[in-house]
């Protein structure tokens, strides 16, 4: 999305009442958050799908370099459309989004091997009840939450080497740690990313519709990745092996 974009969204929603303003982000969250539940429900029947298949878990987590580099095309994917996204049609967004979900279900396959579905379970409705709390936080919060960006960025980065390190690792002090520092860093990330996002809900009113569906599939895709990145933080944490 260009700075122009963002600009022409701003100077519109100046000439907004301040209901109207609500309204406006009311309806785009409830857009933001039904995309965000489908991509979560389609990762879910993917990964269920994937658990059953033992080619698929022989290749892509027989090895943990095959795994890493599994990892590392995920993570270019999401990247190039996050970069892409407002430059596609809403069709195309939709089905990118959808695709990436699929991906992550492959992804966290192995969580219905390794670990029972009750620790499964209680790790989703805990994340559900995390993020849902920390959104609507950062959703009504009148306290700027932009500083801590930098911060939370390279606790980020961190925080993926170490997970990749271990890979090779397996030091179980080392993933404790990290488990905790993610389950500390998404949380607060879920607040600071609703923040954010609320601030492109009102560039539908200068763009239109088409860019209105863009930005909540845009804003969805950066809420599923928390969620889906709290959640495994959590059930490596806490979660019973089988």
Same mark, same amino acid.
């Given at each position: 999305?260009?700075?122009?974009?963002?600009?022409?969204?701003?100077?519109?929603?100046?000439?907004?009442?301040?209901?109207?303003?609500?309204?406006?982000?009311?309806?785009?969250?409830?857009?933001? +958050?039904?995309?965000?539940?489908?991509?979560?429900?389609?990762?879910?029947?993917?990964?269920?799908?994937?658990?059953?298949?033992?080619?698929?878990?022989?290749?892509?987590?027989?090895?943990?370099?095959?795994?890493?580099?599994?990892?590392?095309?995920?993570?270019?994917?999401?990247?190039?459309?996050?970069?892409?996204?407002?430059?596609? &049609?809403?069709?195309?967004?939709?089905?990118?989004?959808?695709?990436?979900?699929?991906?992550?279900?492959? &992804?966290?396959?192995?969580?219905?091997?390794?670990?029972?579905?009750?620790?499964?379970? &209680?790790?989703?409705?805990?994340?559900?009840?995390?993020?849902?709390?920390?959104?609507?936080?950062?959703?009504?919060?009148?306290?700027?939450?932009?500083?801590?960006?930098?911060?939370?960025?390279?606790?980020?980065?961190?925080?993926?080497?170490?997970?990749?390190?271990?890979?090779?690792?397996?030091?179980?002090?080392?993933?404790?740690?990290?488990?905790?520092?993610?389950?500390?860093?998404?949380?607060?990330?879920?607040? +600071?990313?609703?923040?954010?996002?609320?601030?492109?809900?009102?560039?539908?009113?200068?763009?239109?519709?088409?860019?209105?569906?863009?930005?909540?599939?845009?804003?969805?895709?950066?809420?599923?990745?928390?969620?889906?990145?709290?959640?495994? &933080?959590?059930?490596?944490?806490?979660?019973?092996?089988?």
């Amino acid at each position: 999305m260009s700075d122009n974009q963002f600009l022409s969204g701003r100077v519109r929603a100046h000439q907004l009442t301040e209901e109207d303003a609500a309204r406006i982000q009311a309806n785009f969250f409830a857009q933001v +958050y039904g995309w965000m539940a489908a991509g979560l429900a389609i990762t879910g029947g993917m990964a269920m799908f994937a658990a059953t298949m033992p080619s698929v878990q022989q290749f892509v987590f027989g090895s943990p370099y095959v795994y890493l580099g599994f990892i590392l095309f995920q993570v270019a994917v999401v990247g190039f459309i996050a970069t892409r996204i407002f430059q596609w &049609s809403s069709r195309q967004a939709q089905a990118a989004f959808i695709g990436y979900s699929l991906l992550t279900g492959v &992804s966290i396959s192995f969580i219905f091997i390794h670990y029972t579905g009750g620790s499964i379970a &209680s790790a989703f409705f805990t994340t559900a009840l995390t993020f849902g709390v920390m959104s609507i936080y950062g959703y009504l919060t009148k306290t700027d939450l932009s500083g801590w960006g930098k911060l939370l960025g390279m606790i980020f980065i961190g925080l993926f080497i170490a997970a990749a390190i271990n890979l090779f690792w397996g030091n179980s002090l080392l993933n404790l740690i990290a488990s905790c520092v993610g389950v500390i860093l998404f949380t607060v990330l879920a607040a +600071y990313n609703t923040q954010k996002i609320k601030d492109i809900a009102l560039i539908g009113v200068a763009e239109g519709e088409e860019m209105n569906t863009k930005a909540s599939i845009f804003g969805a895709l950066v809420l599923y990745i928390n969620f889906i990145n709290l959640f495994m &933080s959590l059930l490596s944490f806490s979660g019973r092996r089988r």
